[in-house]
C-alpha cells in the first residue's frame, strides 16, 4: 500500500510539474508577443515614420485615417509652424519636415517650450526680486488730485509727496501711479518720470500733469468718481550713482 501510495503522489507531482512548464510556456509566450504587436505598432505607427518629399502624403493621410484627433491636430500646428517657417526664405515646409518623423517634432517642440516656460519664470523671479530692491528706495505719500478743463481738454493734476528712503542721493526715476476706486477696481495707470536729485534721506513735492489725449479713457472715469480714490506708486526704474536698479 505504501509503494502505491508513493507511486501516486510522484504522478501527481509529474503531472503538476508538466502542467506548470506549459503554464510558464505560455505566459512567456504571451509577453513575447506582446512586445512583437507593441515593436509592431511603433514601426508601422505613421507617426514615427521619417517625412520625405516622397512620402509626404501618404503619411499625413495614414496619420489622419489611423492616429488621434489630438495626434492630427498636432501634426497640422507643426506643418503651419514649418509653412510660417518657409515664407522668407527660398523654401519649402517639407524641408523643414524631411528626415524627421512628427513624434520627434512633436516632442522637440514641447521641450523647448517647457525651456522657455521655465526660463520665463526664471525671469519673474529675477523682475520680482529687482522690484523689491526698488520699492525700497522711494516713498509717494499725501496725493491730492483735480481734473481741470482748458481749451475743451480735461487734463488730471497729480501731486504727492515723494521720500528718498535711502542713503544715498536718488538722480532719477520712472514709475507708475495707479489708480482705483473704493472697491479696488482700477481706474488708470499714469507713467511718470522725475530727473530732479531727491537728496538722500529727504521729502519733496511732486506736481503732475496728464494730458487727455494720451489718458482720455482714464481720466473720464476719474472725472465720475464722488468717493475717495486711492493711490499706489511702483517704480520701473531707479538712478543711483549712474546706475540703474
Known sequence: NMKNLKIIFTQIKDFIV??????????????????VVLAFKLLTNPMNTKVTRKNYDNVI??????????????????????ELASLGD????????????????IKKIQKNLEEENK???????????????????????NYTWEVKTSNY??????????ENLKDIDIEAFEGIISISDKLDNNL????????????????????MTFYED????????????SGDL????????IIVDGNEI
Not at 493621410?61 to 501634426?75: A, L, M
Not at 529675477?126 to 509717494?140: C, H, N, V
Open 18 to 35: 508538466s502542467k506548470w512548464k506549459i503554464i510558464t510556456y505560455i505566459i512567456c509566450s504571451l509577453i513575447i508577443l506582446s512586445f
Open 61 to 82: 493621410e495614414r496619420i489622419r485615417k489611423n492616429s488621434s484627433k489630438d495626434d492630427y491636430q498636432k501634426v497640422q500646428a507643426v506643418i503651419a509652424m514649418a
Open 90 to 105: 527660398n523654401e519649402d515646409k517639407i524641408d523643414y519636415l524631411e528626415g524627421k518623423s512628427f513624434n520627434q517634432m
Open 119 to 141: 526660463e520665463a519664470e526664471q525671469q519673474k523671479i529675477i523682475s520680482a526680486e529687482k522690484q523689491k530692491i526698488r520699492d525700497g528706495y522711494l516713498k509717494f505719500d
Open 153 to 162: 481738454q480735461s487734463n488730471l493734476i497729480i501731486t504727492a509727496e515723494i
Open 188 to 207: 488708470g495707470d499714469f507713467k511718470i518720470k522725475n530727473t530732479k536729485i531727491i537728496p538722500k534721506k529727504a521729502k519733496a513735492d511732486i506736481d
Open 214 to 225: 494720451e489718458y482720455y479713457s482714464e481720466i473720464k472715469a476719474i472725472s465720475r468718481q
Open 230 to 237: 486711492y493711490f499706489s506708486f511702483t517704480p520701473t526704474k
